[in-house]
Protein backbone atom coordinates (compact mmCIF):
# COMPACT_ATOMS: atom_id res chain seq x y z
CA UNK A 1 0.00 0.00 0.00
CA UNK A 2 1.08 3.71 -0.78
CA UNK A 3 2.34 6.34 1.75
CA UNK A 4 -1.03 8.45 -0.06
CA UNK A 5 -3.42 5.53 0.53
CA UNK A 6 -2.16 4.86 4.17
CA UNK A 7 -3.01 8.73 4.94
CA UNK A 8 -6.38 8.53 2.67
CA UNK A 9 -7.10 5.38 4.90
CA UNK A 10 -6.43 6.93 8.15
CA UNK A 11 -8.58 9.94 7.19
CA UNK A 12 -11.17 7.66 6.23
CA UNK A 13 -11.04 6.18 9.98
CA UNK A 14 -10.74 9.84 11.48
CA UNK A 15 -14.06 10.53 9.31
CA UNK A 16 -16.00 7.67 10.38
CA UNK A 17 -15.82 8.28 14.19
CA UNK A 18 -16.19 11.77 13.99
CA UNK A 19 -19.40 11.09 11.90
CA UNK A 20 -20.68 8.65 14.49
CA UNK A 21 -19.75 11.07 17.67
CA UNK A 22 -21.82 13.63 15.75
CA UNK A 23 -24.88 11.27 15.85
CA UNK A 24 -24.68 9.60 12.28
CA UNK A 25 -25.50 6.03 11.14
CA UNK A 26 -22.79 4.46 9.03
CA UNK A 27 -24.47 2.52 6.30
CA UNK A 28 -21.54 1.72 4.40
CA UNK A 29 -17.53 2.15 3.56
CA UNK A 30 -16.05 2.22 0.43
CA UNK A 31 -19.12 1.50 -1.84
CA UNK A 32 -18.11 1.03 -5.68
CA UNK A 33 -20.70 2.30 -7.65
CA UNK A 34 -20.07 2.74 -11.55
CA UNK A 35 -16.25 3.12 -11.07
CA UNK A 36 -16.37 5.49 -8.38
CA UNK A 37 -15.86 4.67 -4.69
CA UNK A 38 -18.33 6.47 -2.13
CA UNK A 39 -16.07 6.87 0.56
CA UNK A 40 -18.75 6.81 3.54
CA UNK A 41 -22.70 6.14 3.03
CA UNK A 42 -24.57 7.75 6.51
CA UNK A 43 -28.22 8.81 7.66
CA UNK A 44 -29.05 11.36 9.81
CA UNK A 45 -32.26 12.91 10.34
CA UNK A 46 -33.76 11.44 7.60
CA UNK A 47 -31.17 12.14 5.44
CA UNK A 48 -29.06 10.17 3.23
CA UNK A 49 -25.80 11.19 3.23
CA UNK A 50 -22.64 10.80 0.82
CA UNK A 51 -19.46 11.81 2.13
CA UNK A 52 -16.51 12.37 0.50
CA UNK A 53 -13.09 12.38 2.66
CA UNK A 54 -10.37 13.83 1.53
CA UNK A 55 -7.09 14.02 3.91
CA UNK A 56 -3.76 15.54 3.22
CA UNK A 57 -0.70 16.41 5.62
CA UNK A 58 -0.06 20.06 6.73
CA UNK A 59 3.53 19.59 4.36
CA UNK A 60 1.69 19.32 1.30
CA UNK A 61 1.27 22.14 -1.09
CA UNK A 62 -2.33 21.92 -1.66
CA UNK A 63 -5.28 22.21 1.31
CA UNK A 64 -7.26 18.62 1.69
CA UNK A 65 -10.84 20.44 0.17
CA UNK A 66 -8.78 21.85 -2.78
CA UNK A 67 -8.29 18.09 -3.76
CA UNK A 68 -11.61 17.91 -5.05
CA UNK A 69 -11.63 19.19 -8.63
CA UNK A 70 -14.37 19.52 -10.75
CA UNK A 71 -13.56 16.64 -12.82
CA UNK A 72 -13.47 14.23 -9.43
CA UNK A 73 -16.96 16.35 -8.61
CA UNK A 74 -18.58 15.28 -11.71
CA UNK A 75 -17.70 11.68 -11.42
CA UNK A 76 -18.81 11.58 -7.46
CA UNK A 77 -21.82 12.90 -8.99
CA UNK A 78 -22.82 10.26 -11.50
CA UNK A 79 -22.28 8.02 -8.58
CA UNK A 80 -24.45 9.46 -6.06
CA UNK A 81 -27.07 9.51 -8.65
CA UNK A 82 -26.71 6.06 -9.29
CA UNK A 83 -27.02 5.14 -5.72
CA UNK A 84 -29.69 6.79 -5.61
CA UNK A 85 -31.61 5.79 -8.59
CA UNK A 86 -30.51 2.05 -7.60
CA UNK A 87 -31.73 1.81 -3.58
CA UNK A 88 -34.25 4.18 -4.77
CA UNK A 89 -34.16 6.69 -2.62
CA UNK A 90 -35.91 10.20 -2.90
CA UNK A 91 -33.26 12.53 -3.86
CA UNK A 92 -34.70 15.48 -1.74
CA UNK A 93 -33.46 13.40 1.49
CA UNK A 94 -30.18 12.91 0.07
CA UNK A 95 -26.64 14.92 0.19
CA UNK A 96 -22.88 14.99 -0.83
CA UNK A 97 -21.10 16.15 1.78
CA UNK A 98 -17.36 16.43 1.95
CA UNK A 99 -14.83 16.14 4.91
CA UNK A 100 -11.85 17.42 4.44
CA UNK A 101 -8.91 16.35 7.12
CA UNK A 102 -5.34 18.15 7.32
CA UNK A 103 -2.74 16.01 9.48
CA UNK A 104 0.12 17.71 11.45
CA UNK A 105 2.60 14.87 10.99
CA UNK A 106 5.04 16.60 13.60
CA UNK A 107 2.08 17.04 16.70
CA UNK A 108 0.16 13.96 15.26
CA UNK A 109 -3.23 16.46 15.20
CA UNK A 110 -5.83 15.81 12.83
CA UNK A 111 -7.97 19.00 11.85
CA UNK A 112 -11.37 18.20 10.17
CA UNK A 113 -13.65 20.46 8.51
CA UNK A 114 -17.36 19.06 7.70
CA UNK A 115 -18.26 21.00 4.34
CA UNK A 116 -22.40 20.18 4.23
CA UNK A 117 -24.42 19.71 0.91
CA UNK A 118 -21.43 21.16 -1.46
CA UNK A 119 -23.63 20.70 -4.62
Do not use: C
Amino acid sequence: MYHQQKIGNFGEKLAKKYLIKKGYEILALNKQISHKELDIIASINGFIVFVEVKTRLSTDLYLAEEALSMFKLKRLKRAVSSYIYWKEINADLARLDLIAITINPLTKIAKIKHFKDII
